[in-house]
């Protein structure tokens, strides 16, 4: 009986083989997996941040229609918002038709050491 008992022992190890193996998967999926979570990390931050951007673009937007400040030259400015700050830049351009000129917003936006930015638009009548 200790001769069975011993032989099922050794039958229920490892081999170096197999460790070694199982070592090197883990060294090939590990960063893999790493990367898909640094990816996917960026992802939600530039996603949540450029919802906070659209939000400060269309406040300022509105802010400087109605106060008529679009008709000054170009302006820009930094929001800071929960630590993070969005510099922001207006610029107002002659529309193809009319009186009319397009005033856009630009934000522009940190995510981990890359710059994204948000434009948003609305068309002025520059007679009244």
Same mark, same amino acid.
């Given at each position: 009986?200790?001769?069975?008992?011993?032989?099922?022992?050794?039958?229920?190890?490892?081999?170096?083989?197999?460790?070694?193996?199982?070592?090197?998967?883990?060294?090939?999926?590990?960063?893999?997996?790493?990367?898909?979570?640094?990816?996917?990390?960026?992802?939600?931050?530039?996603?949540?941040?450029?919802?906070?951007?659209?939000?400060?673009?269309?406040?300022?937007?509105?802010?400087?229609? !109605? #106060?008529? &400040?679009?008709?000054?030259?170009? /302006? +820009?400015?930094?929001?800071?918002?929960?630590?993070?700050?969005?510099?922001? =830049?207006?610029?107002?351009?002659?529309?193809?038709?009319?009186?009319?000129?397009? !005033? #856009?917003? &630009?934000?522009?936006?940190?995510? /981990? +050491?890359?710059?994204?930015?948000?434009?948003?638009?609305?068309?002025?009548? =520059?007679?009244?």
């Amino acid at each position: 009986m200790r001769f069975t008992l011993a032989a099922k022992r050794t039958r229920a190890a490892f081999t170096l083989a197999e460790v070694l193996a199982a070592l090197a998967f883990m060294a090939i999926v590990i960063p893999v997996a790493m990367e898909g979570l640094q990816v996917a990390n960026r992802a939600g931050q530039v996603g949540h941040r450029k919802a906070t951007a659209a939000r400060i673009a269309d406040r300022v937007l509105n802010e400087v229609i !109605v #106060t008529g &400040q679009w008709r000054t030259s170009t /302006q +820009g400015g930094t929001v800071q918002e929960r630590q993070q700050n969005y510099r922001w =830049s207006l610029r107002s351009e002659p529309w193809q038709q009319g009186t009319m000129r397009v !005033v #856009t917003v &630009q934000v522009i936006y940190p995510v /981990q +050491g890359e710059n994204y930015d948000v434009n948003v638009s609305t068309l002025v009548d =520059s007679a009244q």
